[in-house]
């Protein structure tokens, strides 16, 4: 009877085991394939297109040229390869400027052939209207609509992903941002944690070890949303006044609370980790002459060089993949940061911030997806690297 208990255990045991194992290739196989259709969806908006007379030279046009016509900063053909004209840009709201609703009829019926005229006979206009409404093809010139490219998505240095005709998907402002927020972080948290690390462990007494201990574990427990509020409430107006800054929401408050989120998880496994250390290595190295601090320099530190490893390898996955407090603080601005100082956002606080209202199987939808591969790949290679330095601390420490 026991064995057959065993067994069943054993059973239960290894099918949870499977279970957990093909849930998670499912999950991230998932992501992968929503994210990589986004390299399949056409630049200009679906079912839409750039339609131009048919004397006009340009074929092509990079998302980034396009926001640019739109936004009125091009305004003349020539700067983008073409003649000497000035550019007048149409879109469909803008045809009761052009002819009266008697002209286009009681249900719009003559819209389609009013607006392929228009395109005829003008010949700086690129407009931007619906597909169906050129209802004569040959009789226009098209801006060529080529599917979204690698270069750019992970070159692009600006993140507008509702711009009409064509949505700017840049990742450069969000990746700069998560790295420029956690790098930071991390230099904040990294001494303070260590430090109190080695207080807990070699320096203070049982007594206030045993009640520092708890109250540094319960801080994990806090919802981020808390320390949300917090930074937003002391760390923004600090840093506005400390730095003279017209706002305070910016990197710096961004890295702060991180550092502050990470603390906890920094300390408790370092601690654990240090108190680990052999009790009769702290003695042989006290007994050969050397101070308490050289042993914990020289035996204590070299000895859990692992624990403390794992312990900033955890800190580094709560700054990268936090979302609600950096949001909160930041300012939430999609622009490449030069300081600490100006406002950013990062790649978790996007895809909290927008996946609600990105339509399903959009270029917008899978681009939030491609985001979450981004960031899986960054918290990949971050723990690697760590391991690999600490894999060679270790071996110099034999």
């Not at 899978?366 to 060679?392: P, R």
């Amino acid at each position: 009877m026991k064995k057959v208990l065993e067994r069943i255990i054993e059973g239960v045991l290894t099918c949870s085991g499977f279970v957990t194992s093909i849930t998670i290739l499912l999950i991230v196989l998932f992501l992968f394939t929503e994210a990589f259709g986004l390299f399949k969806s056409k630049v200009i908006e679906e079912g839409y297109v750039l339609a131009l007379n048919k004397t006009n030279k340009v074929s092509v046009l990079s998302p980034e040229q396009i926001k640019d016509v739109f936004d009125e900063e091009i305004t003349n053909w020539k700067e983008l390869g073409g003649d000497d004209l000035p550019i007048r840009v149409f879109r469909l709201e803008d045809i009761t400027q052009y002819y009266t609703e008697e002209e286009l009829g009681a249900a719009y019926e003559y819209a389609g052939d009013k607006i392929t005229e228009l395109v005829e006979k003008t010949p700086g206009i690129v407009a931007f209207v619906p597909q169906k409404f050129i209802v004569h093809p040959d009789a226009v010139h098209f801006i060529e609509d080529n599917t979204i490219s690698v270069k750019d998505v992970f070159a692009g240095a600006e993140w507008f992903p509702t711009a009409t005709p064509a949505a700017q998907f840049g990742f450069l402002p969000l990746i700069t941002g998560t790295l420029w927020v956690s790098l930071f972080a991390i230099l904040f948290a990294l001494p303070f944690g260590l430090s109190v690390s080695i207080y807990m462990s070699e320096v203070a007494n049982p007594k206030v070890r045993n009640w520092l201990k708890p109250i540094i574990e319960l801080l994990s427990g806090i919802p981020s949303v808390v320390y949300g509020f917090f930074g937003l409430i002391v760390i923004v107006p600090m840093i506005q006044n400390v730095f003279n800054l017209s706002v305070g929401e910016s990197g710096l408050a961004g890295s702060i609370v991180l550092a502050i989120m990470a603390l906890p998880t920094i300390i408790t496994v370092t601690e654990d980790a240090m108190r680990n250390c052999p009790r009769s290595m702290r003695e042989a190295s006290l007994a050969l002459g050397a101070t308490q601090w050289q042993t914990i320099y020289k035996v204590v530190i070299p000895y859990s060089i692992s624990g403390i490893t794992s312990g900033v390898v955890l800190g580094i996955g709560r700054a990268i993949g936090e979302t609600m407090a950096v949001l909160m603080v930041t300012g939430n601005a999609a622009v490449i940061p030069t300081t600490i100082l100006e406002p950013l956002r990062t790649i978790p606080a996007t895809i909290a911030a927008e996946l609600g209202e990105a339509p399903a199987g959009g270029p917008h939808y899978q681009a939030l997806f491609l985001l979450g591969v981004v960031l899986f790949f960054i918290t990949l290679i971050i723990n690697f690297s760590v391991e690999y330095i600490s894999s060679k601390g270790l071996k110099r420490s034999k």
